[in-house]
């Protein structure tokens, strides 16, 4: 499974957490991505732990690939191992996953396009930084909010440039849809 750097530069954090802090983030999130709880009752739950958004962002992002695409545990165990995590939380993680994957597949299986409108876009540049601190490149914090909740994620510039470039494709293929229909 190949996973973002951005999502990587995010898990990285989850070593620096205390046992107690990493259990309650794999399983929050977990509950989160199944509906279970909501993004922010999960980081007030969590409190003032460093670099905690970045650290769910990141997790709920590879989790929900890992259920979307079907990912053995020995995959993320791998994935897990190259973040330099220790033995105990790569076999704490992957309990969680044995328990929780399966209700969250078939969520993201139940999830229907259209169940929510964007009403405003928010994004920032920021500075990335990797293990050691040290600065690891420019992303962007982009935060959907929506009639629900909102949704945030960090893309890279080429990421956003393809974004951007899709969403004006779609657009074109709509405005070229709804003046064939007007004829």
Same mark, same amino acid.
């Given at each position: 499974?190949?996973?973002?750097?951005?999502?990587?530069?995010?898990?990285?954090?989850?070593?620096?957490?205390?046992?107690?802090?990493?259990?309650?983030?794999?399983?929050?999130?977990?509950?989160?991505?199944?509906?279970?709880?909501?993004?922010?009752?999960?980081?007030?739950?969590?409190?003032?732990?460093?670099?905690?958004?970045?650290?769910?962002?990141?997790?709920?992002?590879?989790?929900?690939?890992?259920?979307?695409?079907?990912?053995?545990?020995?995959?993320?165990?791998?994935?897990?191992?190259?973040?330099?995590?220790?033995?105990?939380?790569?076999?704490?993680?992957?309990?969680?996953?044995?328990?929780?994957?399966?209700?969250?597949?078939?969520?993201? /299986?139940?999830?229907?396009?259209?169940?929510?409108?964007?009403?405003?876009?928010?994004?920032?540049?920021?500075?990335?930084?990797?293990?050691?601190?040290?600065?690891?490149?420019?992303?962007?914090?982009?935060?959907?909010?929506?009639?629900?909740?909102?949704?945030?994620?960090?893309?890279?510039? /080429?990421?956003?440039?393809?974004?951007?470039?899709?969403?004006?494709?779609?657009?074109?293929?709509?405005?070229?849809?709804?003046?064939?229909?007007?004829?």
């Amino acid at each position: 499974m190949e996973v973002p750097s951005v999502v990587l530069d995010g898990m990285c954090y989850l070593g620096e957490l205390e046992n107690s802090s990493f259990a309650n983030v794999v399983d929050g999130v977990y509950d989160t991505l199944s509906g279970k709880t909501t993004t922010q009752e999960l980081l007030k739950k969590l409190g003032d732990v460093n670099q905690i958004n970045e650290i769910v962002d990141s997790l709920m992002l590879f989790i929900s690939e890992a259920c979307r695409r079907n990912v053995n545990a020995g995959t993320i165990s791998e994935v897990l191992q190259d973040l330099q995590l220790p033995p105990e939380r790569v076999s704490r993680f992957l309990a969680s996953h044995k328990v929780k994957h399966l209700t969250l597949k078939s969520v993201l /299986a139940g999830t229907k396009p259209g169940n929510g409108s964007i009403l405003d876009v928010r994004w920032k540049l920021e500075f990335a930084r990797g293990q050691g601190g040290n600065v690891a490149g420019p992303r962007y914090s982009i935060q959907l909010v929506t009639d629900k909740e909102p949704l945030h994620f960090y893309c890279s510039p /080429a990421q956003l440039e393809d974004l951007v470039s899709q969403l004006q494709s779609a657009t074109f293929s709509i405005d070229k849809f709804i003046s064939n229909q007007a004829v």
